[in-house]
């Protein structure tokens, strides 16, 4: 039985760079007294899982996606996350899909169109993108999923207007102007936003969408077997040389940056603060501009609860999150995603902060 489109379980997909503010965002939606139940996909790109620690708890069930970046996993886990959501008794809202940084959001989207169940229950209700104010500029020029991310908006934020002048803030989002005249776009500081503003926008325009990529609609499975490979992803997997075609088709332009790495450690020894604190402000300062992106859950000696840390590039923010729960192992988690990222000066950098 086909659904009409008001039935169909809205689906808004959250996109934007590393460190931008889509969980925050996320967490913003999950928070508010809105009454309904969503669904949360998480895809991380990372060895360890930590986003899915960083939702806010609630009625919400995460699931998480993290072997590989979405693009890669798209056509396999994506559906199979969702088609798993669509049998459950229940059922649900709405569906937030939380991209990874590095992900092109196109084959995301194109999820929605290509998958006879999918599109049958679901609708692409708008692609959402958070834009980091401070550095967005800086990625447009050497990030191509950046780029794609703004392109492919229905609604921006642009967030952290606090680290930014009045001057650079226009200056930003005349760039974004530039690439997405269409989007509502609105200045946001962490994410704080009416979630009017966000959800149930019935925004995903697929006219424009297939200005921009005029191959959108086209099924390729016969191009591809199991494992889809974005052009332009920031994964580890080699992508086939059969791709070549997905430039030709990409409006955007798409360079492949391979460099870009995840490094992640772990490690069940107490931590010290006083050790950490000056050891990853330290290596921010250094490494700062090659590392985009840091996390972790930290358990630190005689502390009871939870540490949560951020970092993107050199600036750091950290707090307090909930006590360990009695049986929840105390280990602390780390990630660093950058480029070239000395992982053994890293992990003993890390593991020399044991309490
Ligand atoms: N100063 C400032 N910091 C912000 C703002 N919004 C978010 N942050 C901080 O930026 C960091 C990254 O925010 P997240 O919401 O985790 O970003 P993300 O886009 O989910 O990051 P990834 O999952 O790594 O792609 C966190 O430390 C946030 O507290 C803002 O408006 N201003």
Known sequence: ???????KIPVTVLTGYLGAGKTTLLNRILSQPHGKKFAVIVNEFGEIGIDNDLVVGADEEVFEMNNGCICCTVRGDLIRV???LLRR???????????TGLADPAPVAQTFFVDEEVQAKTRLDAVVTVADA?????????APEAKNQVAFADVILLNKT??????ELDQVEARIRGINPYAKLYRTTKSEIDIAKVLNQGAF?????????????????HHHHDHEHGPDCGCDH???????????????KAVHDDEVQSVA???EKELNPDKFFPWVQNLVATEGPNILRSKGILSFANDPDRFVFQGVHMILDGDHQRPWKADEKRVSRIVFIGRKLDRKALEDGFLSCAA
């Not at 039985?1 to 039935?7: D, I, S, V, Y």
């Not at 401070?134 to 050497?142: Q, Y």
């Not at 080699?238 to 955007?252: I, T």
């Open 134 to 142: 401070k550095w967005l500029s800086d990625r447009l020029k050497d």
């Open 205 to 221: 325009d697929l006219d424009r969408i297939l200005e921009l990529e005029p191959a959108f609609l086209e099924d390729d499975d």
């Open 82 to 84: 969702i088609d798993g």
């Open 162 to 167: 606090d680290l930014v002048t009045g001057a």
């Open 1 to 7: 039985m086909a659904e009409t489109q008001a039935e």
């Open 238 to 252: 080699d992508h086939g040389h059969d791709h070549a075609h997905d430039h030709h088709h990409h409006g955007l």
């Open 265 to 267: 450690f772990s490690t």
């Open 89 to 99: 008794k229940g059922g649900f809202d709405g569906i937030i899909v939380e991209t």
